[in-house]
């Protein structure tokens, strides 16, 4: 599975948009692009995933660029309660790969 | 509801000794797995079972032994356990295993310090 790479640490303001970006420049046509994230203490949690076209549900959007070599996470409207570690993943289709966590991004919402 | 339950949420223990953690998924899912996430908050999965069935299998010690009686139920047994083994282990759920349509759910997490 594709490597990804992205920063340690982010703040972003209550109440602003969080854009967490994520490198997967060596992804391959059929890897699924993840994100989950971890609130301190707890267990991870799934926030969205998409192949090639954009993606949006409740929680966020992602934005994949048209060569998937890059992501973005999208927070519209950051909360104190999303302040985490999010973990961008990219797993094969349809093979019963693992999800490799990296180290992620450290999100801190600021009031 | 609890979708993904684990017990014991700490446990502390000698090295040693033998222990176990429960896991029960009540979302009809196929697919569970056991990660285990270490002092630098490194996640990294070291078993998965689809239908009861061993299908992933990281390099972990054989003293790490899963255990699923059905499909809801995936245990963690540890015999003689070692102060490295002192981490936050985490049980996790999807529907399938194929990626696109597995959506993992994961437990509160069980806190394991090995004395």
């Known amino acids: 599975d594709a490597k990804t790479t992205q920063p340690t640490s982010m703040d972003c303001a209550e109440g602003r948009a969080a854009n967490l970006p994520c490198n997967h420049s060596?992804?391959?046509?059929?890897?699924?692009v993840y994100w989950y994230r971890q609130i301190h203490s707890q267990g991870p949690q799934y926030i969205i995933h998409?192949?090639?076209n954009n993606e949006t549900n409740e929680m966020a959007s992602l934005i994949i660029t048209e060569d998937r070599k890059s992501s973005t996470l999208i927070l519209p409207h950051a909360t104190l309660r999303d302040t985490a570690v999010y973990y961008c993943i990219v797993r094969v289709a349809n093979t019963g790969n693992q999800f490799y966590f990296g180290t992620g991004t450290s999100l801190t919402v600021i009031p | 509801d609890t979708a993904v339950s684990q017990t014991p949420k700490y446990l502390v223990t000698q090295m040693g000794n033998d222990k176990s953690i429960k896991c029960e998924q009540n979302?009809?899912?196929?697919?569970m797995y056991w990660y285990k996430q270490d002092s630098k908050k490194f996640l990294k999965i070291m078993f998965s079972?689809?239908?009861?069935?061993?299908?992933i299998n990281e390099t972990v010690p054989n003293r790490f032994s899963p255990k699923s009686p059905d499909k809801a139920h995936l245990n963690l047994h540890i015999n003689s356990l070692e102060l490295g083994d002192s981490a936050v282990y985490f049980c996790?759920?999807?529907?399938?295993?194929?990626?696109?349509?597995?959506?993992?759910?994961f437990g509160p997490g069980t806190r394991l310090t090995v004395l």
């Open positions: 060596t992804i391959s046509g059929n890897e699924y």
């Open positions: 998409g192949l090639k």
């Open positions: 996790a759920s999807s529907q399938v295993y194929l990626a696109g349509r597995d959506t993992q759910y």
């Open positions: 079972y689809n239908n009861k069935e061993l299908i």
């Open positions: 979302l009809g899912h196929d697919t």
